[in-house]
């Protein structure tokens, strides 16, 4: 079922088309988990769309004070890093990710937006959907466009620990887990030491929200996973995940089904289980 695309996410044919409007920039977001043992930006220097730029989040995401990885920096940080790529005031940023619309290309989306740049997509369907209609990519650097930017943080968008602690006992708030789900209900071992999950979450692994070649699902759809995840749309939502990047594919999912304020736990179940005392539960939710 193809989805009706929402103002978070663009077309291959709407890229296409627009691909050297000079307000338009390119941002390849692409990033592999450790055990996949990839470098994403081998494969973009070898492949990526024309007039991409590489939008490293272990670089630019990273908060180098925190021990975890691509942890939100401060806001001088950011702008500093994304104003070289030419990301800034004026511009519509298209992300797009290696593997379709999921991962990184939706941590940046958010990141984007935390720091009040809204004018910002995803391509649904990423480059695998872009090469497989055979569109144009190349191996040509991109020269540098430097563009201010100006941020203007969004809280909301961001829970740190401490919230997400006290939230356990208050429920003010639905936290949704992006992860597996024998991770979440701590039937294997776990890259980050404990198993299993918050107490009091739900979990909704980022894969159901997405079609078999890397696309959205629709509204009505991503709004039937949340629904027999047991997630009220309409109330409160945080989502988490390993290391905060599939969390963001819950929140561009619910962004499509007209939930729009979704935050982010950024620290997510790296933070988590490997904060001691950290309360734990196993089994379904």
Known sequence: MTNPLSDALVSTQ????????????????????????????????????PG??????????????????????????????????????????VVYSQKGSALAACRAWWM??????????????GLPKWIAEGRPVTDAPTPPRERHFTARANSFLLREYDQVLSNVKTKREQLVDARAGE????????PWGKSGHVPGSYNLPFTELLNTDGTFKSADEIKAAFDAAGVDLNKPIVASCGSG????????GAYISGHKQVAVYDGSWAEWATTEDSPVDTGPA
């Open 14 to 49: 709407w890229l296409a088309d627009h691909l050297d409007a000079p307000d338009v920039r390119v941002v390849d977001a692409s990033w592999y988990m450790p055990a996949e043992n990839k470098n994403a930006r081998d494969f973009y220097d070898a492949e990526h769309i």
């Open 52 to 93: 991409a730029v590489f939008f490293d989040i272990d670089d630019i995401a990273a908060d180098d004070s925190a021990p975890l990885p691509h942890m939100m920096p401060d806001a001088i940080k950011f702008s500093a890093k994304v104003r070289k790529l030419g990301l800034g005031d004026g511009v519509r940023v």
């Open 112 to 125: 984007l937006r935390h720091f009040g740049h809204h004018d910002v997509v995803v391509l649904d369907g």
């Open 245 to 252: 990047v599939t969390a963001c594919v819950l929140a561009m």
């Open 183 to 190: 991770r979440f209900r701590g039937e294997v071992d776990d």
